[in-house]
């Protein structure tokens, strides 16, 4: 079992040494400049966060200055005192946990379905739908805020959690990275499954589904991602502070005591804390996602 997985691990090795020659090049300086261009992208994109979890170790009055690196009053953790004792924050974050569980949940599901239907069904209609789906895509999500709105308004939604979690669930995106990949899985395979006569539901749920699982994994990881810091909508259908996701209620609180750096940077810190633990535990994933469905723009 270890020489197997050694082996493995070698091959993975070699292949993408392979695949690195193939995209910038064989030659070595090339390479050391490709690195070397990734080591100062990295770090300009680490600068902002590491200023921030700085901060947020800062003196109130000492991070409303002039930005300076080392606090100079020395290190604290009244911010994060702060900011974990207001009483409603726990709550809040409890929301964006279930907010962000049902919308990945529902949205994962529908869009399986969705893209199984046009990948591996013929119905009347579906060339117009496909059509509608992919210039949905196209269209800002802004434009559709004030129908939902009213739509919300009308069916009673508005301060539920079903008001801030349906509209999220629709994600043409979704649906057609998922086709994509549907389109792709051998028409033999499931044509043997239909003379052994399984049907449509079977097909989706015993076949599909457990062969399209590394692509599911990543799409559920970035729906997570969106929902969890998703301000708009829920800042638009909720005006209860018992209903608030985290994004909305820190900047409720923002907007009532005034800008409170320190407690900001500190706020910050712990909304990101749970995308953090998603990213260790699922950073092959994610990487693995961002390489075969293109949603590194996302």
Known sequence: MVAARRSTAQQTRAENRTLTKLTIGPSPWVRAG???ALVVVAALWLLPLAWGAVTSFKHEAEAALPASWWP????????YRQVLGNSELLGWMWNSLVVAVLVTALTVLISAMA?????QTLFKGRSLLQFLTVASIMMPGQILIV???????ALGLVDTFAGIVLPQVVAPVMVFILKRFFDAIPAELLDAARIDGAGTWRLFWTIVLPLSRSILVAVAIFVFIGAWNNFLWPFIVTTDPQFMTLPVGLSTVKNAYGVQYAQNMASAMIAALPLLVVFMLFQRRIVQGVATTGMGGQ
Do not use: H, I, N
């Open 115 to 119: 893209a199984f239907a046009f990948s």
């Open 72 to 79: 100079s009053q020395g290190w604290t953790l009244d911010a």
């Open 147 to 153: 129908p939902l709105f009213k739509q919300m308004q």
């Open 34 to 36: 490709a690195l070397a």
